[in-house]
């Protein structure tokens, strides 16, 4: 399953298949490019980031792609699994500021 | 693990009461963060604390908030006359001061409630 943008809330995919969550941003001065997963009454939780002088980074996983040229970012999540039923927010900060900008979020649900 | 800490989990307060939102950010960090998150919208920056004073700071953090570093450990986020809007979860966050960019880890989150 695949969801573009964060126009679209909720992504639901069967467990054991890849999931591609999306997140536009509107700042060219972004350089550098988090995904957080966020479960209910938690706080958000770091997953992988991504500087802009790189456009692909994996973890553990999950994949990070970076595409600056249309400003567009994904996390791909390998085999999801249960545990990966969450909110997930992209976010993103430039140099010399300390603030991240979180994208709406997107609801990831997982079915067994 | 070290993780971010923060108290109460739920306020509860009436209008135009003072609140203290409390924060232990992670021992070894030196930039401290309160971002809010209003129920169903996304999460967003309110203020960076380093070095003891306040080192960016977002359009909502108007003068009816503060932040205070009282002790080595705590962190707090004072709101001077609570308003209906004011209810949302607020989330404290730290980093390491390092050359370049510093993951943000995050707290579980106090949820106020303004009746």
């Known amino acids: 399953g695949e969801s573009v943008g964060l126009h679209l809330p909720t992504l639901s995919v069967q467990e054991g298949d890849n999931s591609i969550i999306n997140c536009a941003y509107s700042?060219?001065?972004?350089?550098?490019f988090i995904w957080y997963k966020q479960e209910s009454g938690k706080g958000p939780q770091f997953i992988i980031d991504?500087?802009?002088?790189?456009d692909k980074r994996q973890g553990q996983r999950v994949t990070v792609l970076l595409n600056k040229t249309v400003k567009h970012l994904s996390l791909q999540i390998a085999a999801t699994q249960p545990g990966d039923s969450a909110v997930y927010f992209c976010?993103?900060?430039?140099?010399?500021?300390?603030?991240?900008?979180f994208g709406s979020g997107t609801r990831l649900q997982v079915q067994p | 693990e070290p993780e971010v800490t923060q108290t109460p989990s739920h306020q509860v307060t009436q209008m135009g009461q003072e609140v203290i939102l409390r924060c232990v950010p992670i021992?070894?960090?030196?930039?401290f963060y309160w971002y809010r998150q209003i129920l169903g919208q996304k999460v967003e920056f309110l203020v960076s604390?380093?070095?003891?004073?306040?080192?960016?700071k977002s359009e909502i953090f108007d003068d009816q908030f503060s932040v205070e570093r009282p002790d080595g450990s705590n962190f707090t986020l004072k709101i001077r006359s609570t308003k209906l809007e004011d209810s949302a979860m607020y989330f404290c966050?730290?980093?390491?001061?390092?050359?370049?960019?510093?993951?943000?880890?995050f707290g579980p989150g106090t949820r106020l409630t303004v009746l």
């Open positions: 700042n060219s001065a972004s350089d550098y």
């Open positions: 966050a730290s980093s390491e001061l390092a050359g370049g960019v510093n993951e943000q880890f």
């Open positions: 976010a993103e900060k430039n140099t010399g500021r300390r603030a991240l900008t």
């Open positions: 991504i500087r802009s002088n790189m």
């Open positions: 021992s070894n960090h030196l930039y």
């Open positions: 604390f380093y070095n003891n004073e306040i080192s960016e």
